[in-house]
T-cell receptor, first 113, second 113 residues
Framework: NAGVTQTPKFRVLKTGQSMTLLCAQDMNHEYMYWYRQDPGMGLRLIHYSVGEGTTAKGEVPDGYNVSRLKKQNFLLGLESAAPSQTSVYFC????????????FGQGTRLTVV | GDSVTQMEGPVTLSEEAFLTINCTYTATGYPSLFWYVQYPGEGLQLLLKATKADDKGSNKGFEATYRKETTSFHLEKGSVQVSDSAVYFCALSRNTNAGKSTFGDGTTLTVKP
């Protein structure tokens, strides 16, 4: 009964370093999303996917890349981290039917120094 | 585009007080409406939802009614508890829009004993 699992939970990066955040869901959901949450700014959509092998840009995609090679996994990459990418990152998934809620992971707290 | 406006916080109440958090939305078509709750250090989780006009969502003593005429989905609880202290997000989504959720900025509720 894992739901949505994000790894890692915490990470500190130096400016210019790269990393990949992993999101895994075991509910066979088609749709998956990456958000960032910053104080006073709510949740902002970075990238999303409507199915295996598909990805699309959200409202704040710059500096991030994503891949969805397997239906259950959605990876978020930072190629060259910047201090502006310090944030809490949330992955979510949902079924592709009307009225369905999103299920969220526990979040990854990323600090770029 | 779609938007959600919710009451600014923070909101501080005494235990057993009545709670209202206002939420209004702008959207094309017929969105589904949600309230999510986020406890410290955790991801968002669904509190309640309503998928069509005049539907009432309810859970754990919280209620919200989908009012299409006023484009509102206000959250209410008759008697709050200390354990209700959290951040509350109003959101909408439409399956015709890849199920992407549009969130309000969140309202922080603190309940004091």
């Amino acid at each position: 009964n894992a739901g949505v699992t994000q790894t890692p939970k915490f990470r500190v990066l130096k400016t210019g370093q790269s990393m990949t955040l992993l999101c895994a869901q075991d509910m066979n959901h088609e749709y998956m999303y990456w958000y960032r949450q910053d104080p006073g700014m709510g949740l902002r959509l970075i990238h999303y996917s409507v199915g295996e092998g598909t990805t699309a840009k959200g409202e704040v995609p710059d500096g991030y890349n994503v891949s969805r090679l397997k239906k259950q996994n959605f990876l978020l990459g930072l190629e060259s981290a910047a201090p502006s990418q310090t944030s809490v990152y949330f992955c979510a998934s949902r079924q592709d039917r009307d009225g369905q809620e999103a299920f969220f992971g526990q979040g990854t707290r990323l600090t770029v120094v | 585009g779609d938007s959600v406006t919710q009451m600014e916080g923070p909101v501080t109440l005494s235990e057993e007080a009545f709670l209202t958090i206002n939420c209004t939305y702008t959207a094309t078509g017929y969105p589904s409406l949600f309230w999510y709750v986020q406890y410290p250090g955790e991801g968002l989780q669904l509190l309640l939802k309503a998928t069509k006009a005049d539907d009432k969502g309810s859970n754990k003593g919280f209620e919200a009614t989908y009012r299409k005429e006023t484009t509102s989905f206000h959250l209410e609880k008759g008697s709050v508890q200390v354990s209700d202290s959290a951040v509350y997000f109003c959101a909408l989504s439409r399956n015709t829009n890849a199920g992407k959720s549009t969130f309000g900025d969140g309202t922080t509720l603190t309940v004091k004993p």
